[in-house]
């Protein structure tokens, strides 16, 4: 390879906040680019390395095919050289579909439905017996053989235990030529106004011949004949009926029980997909679940009385066609509304929840003759059943959902698959049994499987085999031995769903490509880090280029090449401050050599906060793998809850304890994962989640809307003097609305050029230039700076210039004091990094004036963050628990994880080997306990001089 080749050239590259970077990256080498958050990673790796190598690709396509793709913007870089194609791995949450499961995103499920379809066995679902399938020579000669010397009828089954007269039916029958059908048993000939009882379920044949079975070829050949008209009449299934006999035989040219004679369909790959109708179960649609009404949240309780509001949906009495309706089934029935609901005749409550509809007449003693009523009534659970089905509101949907459990399909029994699927077998398993199977199991199943096949069958599914192998086994590298593949997409933790991705994307194997990965150690525990760079290792090593924009130590330590851009954030970074091997890098002056070397740090606390002696305790967790756990939370601490990928963690307070809390304080709708009590919920006033879901995701959403700042501005510039004799209210400042905004850009400030062939161009929109704003508005000034300077302005200079309006002074300095200060208020959500994401969102909730009293719950927020943030950010959080705030934060960095008052540690293991609760206590605590893989990785930040000694015992 030529020197030329052995290198990523880039030069002149100013996207974002890029400053005109050239820079080479070596090929088929495993580079991290480091640096603080906002400092340009993403901006070179994906905004122009992946941007490029995206449009070079759509490039090669015909003009004719790239119009309907839509054209790829060219990124501003001046030439990049040696290029190879580009797959990138980002930050992106995976899908919350309920259809989505672990099998379906790795498409190791596919590849099980094609040997489902190709090399299994059909059982019968009636008898247990295996299925058989012929063709019409195979049936003729069974029958030569089977029944010669013997007189036999030969059967088109056309109907089968269903109920009807049949009299039509029976006219065509005799119109095709035949004369004798076979009614529930009995041979009859066939005659006119011939019908049966219709009320009753039957059985009906066509008799298609009635001969002696001899060897001679006319019979032989009249048994063809018969045969081919019998499968059509009988759409592929016939039956051998042998004089004197009451059961016939059954042969098929589908998959068919000899004994029952139900017969499956030819299995194909859809035949096992549970979002396909041919193979999803009727009941649940493939999902697995129903919901069901559940009669103790519509009668919570019994002894109350109807008038009293005793039936939930209802409530209290009012004048109504409801209440008029229940009136006429108390008349009915001989019961007074406000009669206790228990005491009411069980055929009252059964019409009262299920309906009815009938006459009836009572006596009027004033008037002395009968009264007519009629009750025409739905029912109350089957009208919440119907508008949670069929209504196009989604508050109604909500409203029935409340009286409503989700409950595993009875039908299905949560398999999602039809019952004639689940009688396909492959040594004996169904393909729900393989993918209820832990991924270990599923991998020691295959590996066994070839022996286990019959010659036929073998040769079919070896390739299939080979693949499933590979996907498994690449799921095993990165540590994901515990998921089964029928697990929902949505139920997975953050690093769950990004090595699943992962695996998706590299279990590929493909050679001489350019991989661009985006932290992908987020959510990932210290022990699977090392497992996830043997993988990068591994993929480096078979001939790919392997970028990775991160700020994990181990994975900065372990690179081939490292690139540190910086050395501040926004308009203070985009330059690439230092590069070459890790080793080299550590001499450099800057901030993260500083940390890598240890010359800086994120110092310990001198001493743990003992909290205020309140608790919350939440008791008999059992969400998920959570194995009946018992958990207390100190009040006015900081607490971390910690353990490896899959352990439990979200479930624990994202699904149990946050549901709990924020119906208890904002009548939440979201029901919690299942627990036994909770307790000292009293001591604190509010809870505030911030969670990792992106904010805004539109170019007119920025940090200024996010927060809310920018409508205080915007009402500020409304009370100065020249608005109010204008008129002018703060939506006149709006670009979403009409009024003030440009219309020419519709408050864009860019507009978009249509080029057919080409990409869209953005160009500043020639009538505001670019300002959003039209004329009149841009003339209200504060301070001598128009609305539109505003957008324009960096949140520290944004911080000095509203210093003395409190309101938007207090919810610029949280800005800035979470590190974010060199961003400008109006800068599109869709250009921020996820750390700068991340951080406004805790800026948003943070700027709410605190109680001293509430309790916040992080989830990973040093996602995307460099040492230096990182640093920051616990100096924000360290005051919020100084006012007597609680702080609780699902973290595996162990700079977070060492300053924390109270850890609670859940594992060992992810999946099914974790759920319990391993350690708990102070940092010094849960390492001294040597319990689980976080206190070994613990005592190594809190006692640096023993790593040497812990060395070994990672196996790193």
Not at 49 to 69: D, M, S, V
Request: proline residues 4%; hydrophobic residues 35%; charged residues 25%.
């Amino acid at each position: 390879m030529s020197q030329q080749e052995e290198f990523i050239r880039v030069q002149g590259a100013r996207v974002h906040n890029l400053k005109n970077v050239d820079v080479s990256i070596p090929r088929e080498k495993l580079v991290v680019i480091t640096g603080l958050s906002g400092s340009g990673k993403s901006s070179l790796a994906f905004d122009t390395i992946y941007a490029e190598g995206q449009r070079r690709y759509i490039e090669t396509f015909a003009a004719y095919a790239r119009q309907f793709l839509g054209g790829l913007e060219r990124p501003d870089v001046d030439k990049i050289d040696g290029l190879s194609p580009v797959i990138a791995i980002e930050q992106k949450t995976t899908s919350r579909s309920p259809r989505s499961t672990v099998g379906t995103v790795t498409e190791v499920y596919d590849f099980l439905r094609l040997l489902f379809a190709r090399a299994s066995d059909a059982y019968s679902y009636n008898t247990g017996k295996k299925m058989v399938s012929y063709t019409d020579t195979q049936i003729r000669d069974l029958i030569a053989s089977d029944y010669q010397g013997k007189r036999i009828n030969i059967l088109a089954p056309v109907v089968r235990s269903r109920k009807g007269h049949y009299r039509e039916l029976f006219e065509q029958i005799a119109k095709q030529g035949f004369v004798k059908v076979r009614v529930d048993g009995e041979i009859r000939d066939l005659e006119k106004g011939m019908k049966v009882d219709r009320y009753k379920t039957h059985d009906i044949e066509i008799v298609v011949d009635r001969l002696q079975v001899t060897e001679t070829e006319d019979t032989l050949k009249r048994l063809d004949e018969s045969i081919q008209t019998a499968m059509y009449a009988g759409e592929d299934v016939l039956m051998v009926l042998e004089e004197g006999q009451e059961d016939p035989r059954f042969f098929s040219r589908d998959l068919m029980c000899p004994e029952s004679g139900i017969s499956y369909p030819v299995p194909e790959p859809n035949t096992f997909s549970f979002n396909s109708p041919k193979g999803m179960c009727p009941n649940c649609n493939g999902l697995g679940h129903v919901h069901q009404v559940n009669l103790r949240k519509i009668i919570p309780d019994p002894t109350r009385s109807i008038r009293a509001g005793g039936l939930a949906p209802l409530g209290e009495y009012k004048k109504s066609w409801a209440f008029k309706q229940l009136e006429t089934i108390a008349l009915r029935y001989g019961f007074d509304l406000a009669d206790p609901i228990g005491d009411i005749p069980d055929e009252a409550m059964e019409i009262i929840l299920n309906g009815g509809d009938e006459r009836f007449a009572v006596d009027s003693k004033s008037l002395g003759v009968k009264r007519q009523y009629r009750i025409e009534y739905e029912g109350i659970a089957r009208f919440i059943q119907e508008q949670y089905k069929n209504s196009d509101s989604t508050s109604i949907k909500r409203w029935a959902h409340d009286f409503m459990d989700k409950v595993t399909c009875p039908e299905c029994g949560g398999t999602r698959l039809r019952r004639e699927s689940l009688y396909f077998r492959v040594d004996g398993k169904s393909i729900a049994d393989l993918a209820g199977m832990d991924i270990g199991e599923l991998a020691a199943f295959f590996e066994a499987l070839p022996e286990k096949l019959s010659g036929d069958q073998q040769v079919i599914a070896s390739e299939i085999i080979k693949e499933i192998g590979s996907r498994v086994g690449f799921l095993l590298d990165v540590g994901l031995d515990y998921l089964s593949l029928n697990r929902g997409s949505r139920t997975l933790s953050g690093g769950e769903a990004q090595r699943i991705r992962l695996a998706t994307q590299i279990g590929s194997q493909l050679v001489g490509v350019l991989y661009i990965l985006d932290e992908p150690s987020i959510g990932l525990h210290q022990r699977d880090n090392n497992r996830l760079i043997r993988s990068l290792k591994s993929l480096r090593d078979l001939g790919n280029s392997v970028v990775v924009v991160e700020h994990d130590r181990d994975m900065i330590e372990e690179a081939d090449h490292v690139m540190d851009i910086g050395p501040k954030a926004g308009k203070h970074g985009g330059e690439i401050i230092s590069e070459g091997p890790p080793e080299a890098i550590l001499t450099h002056p800057t901030l993260t050599a500083e940390y890598l070397s240890g010359t800086r740090r994120i110092p310990v606390p001198s001493e743990r906060r003992k909290g205020n002696g309140k608790q919350i305790r939440l008791t008999g967790c059992t969400g998920h793998n959570l194995k009946a756990i018992d958990v207390s939370f100190p009040l006015g601490t900081m607490i971390g809850v910690t353990g490896v990928s899959g352990s439990g963690k979200s479930t624990l307070v994202n699904e149990t304890l946050y549901p709990i809390m924020n119906a208890h304080y904002f009548n939440g709708v979201k029901k919690p994962k299942p627990y036994k009590s909770i307790s000292g919920l009293e001591h604190i006033d509010k809870v505030i989640d911030i969670n990792q879901s992106p904010i805004g995701r539109t170019p007119r959403s920025n940090p200024a809307t996010y927060t809310g700042v920018f409508g205080e501005i915007r009402a500020l510039f409304a009370k100065t003097t020249e608005a109010a004799i204008r008129g002018y209210k703060p939506g006149r400042f709006s670009f979403n609305v009409k009024g003030g905004r440009c219309e020419t850009c519709q408050g864009g400030g860019l507009r978009v050029i249509e080029m057919n062939f080409l990409p869209d161009v953005y160009v500043d929109c020639e009538t505001c230039n670019g300002k959003r704003f039209n004329r009149e508005t841009l003339e209200i000034r504060y301070k001598g700076k128009s609305i539109s300077d505003v957008l324009e302005m960096t949140v520290d200079e944004a911080v000095s210039f509203f210093e003395h309006i409190p309101k938007i002074y207090r919810k610029l300095k949280t800005i800035q004091d979470v590190g974010l200060g060199y961003i400008s208020l109006g800068q599109q959500s869709t250009t921020l990094s996820g750390g700068e994401a991340q951080r406004v969102k805790l800026a948003t909730e943070l700027s709410k004036r605190d109680t001293g009293n509430t309790f916040y719950i992080l989830d990973e927020p040093t996602t995307g963050l460099h040492f230096e943030d990182i640093r920051v950010l616990m100096e924000v959080l360290d005051k919020l628990v100084d006012k007597g705030n609680s702080v609780l934060i699902i973290e595996h960095n162990m700079d977070v994880i060492k300053m924390m008052d109270h850890l609670i540690d859940i594992g060992p293991e992810g999946g099914r080997g974790g759920g319990t609760v391993v350690a708990t206590g102070t940092p010094e605590d849960v390492c001294a306990s040597s319990q689980g893989h976080t206190a070994r990785f613990l005592c190594r930040e809190l006692y640096p001089e023993r790593e040497a000694v812990e060395e070994n015992a990672t196996g790193k």
